[in-house]
């Protein structure tokens, strides 16, 4: 069974920065892809950035040059930089991971089978 456990978050100002991080364990994780979705009050849940275990980088056009995805070398701990922060970032963000290689890695939620709990994000004007 894969466990995602979310941390980091928070609140800051437009124009800030913050970074929410997600620990995996779980068989196979390593060879997963891994990545961010968020979602805001009254809003569908939306793929922010995907990586792939051979650190491949897909993201959404809004957070383009503003948002950073990264694995670290175990490829265990994903992280997700978050800069030059607007109100329509704010949500609880949520890491997944995938079962079944997939590349490059999707941004549609039907592409990930697990979930963290989330971490919440609120950026005030």
């Known amino acids: 069974q894969v466990h995602l456990m979310e941390d980091g978050g928070g609140t800051a100002q437009t124009g800030g920065s913050l970074r929410v991080s997600c620990v995996a364990s779980?068989?196979?994780?390593?060879?997963?892809?891994m990545a961010w979705f968020r979602q805001a009050p009254g809003k569908e849940r939306e793929g922010v950035a995907s990586?792939?275990?051979?650190?491949?980088?897909s993201y959404i056009d809004s957070v383009k040059g503003r948002f950073t995805i990264a694995r670290d070398s175990t490829k265990t701990t994903m992280h997700l930089w978050m800069s030059s922060l607007q109100p329509d970032d704010t949500a609880t963000y949520y890491c997944?991971?995938?079962?079944?290689?997939?590349?490059?890695?999707?941004?549609?939620?039907?592409?990930?089978?697990?979930w963290g709990q989330g971490t919440q994000v609120a950026v005030s004007t």
């Open positions: 990586v792939s275990p051979g650190m491949y980088k």
């Open positions: 997944a991971a995938r079962s079944s290689p997939q590349f490059p890695c999707g941004l549609n939620t039907s592409d990930y089978d697990y």
């Open positions: 779980g068989p196979n994780i390593r060879n997963a892809c």
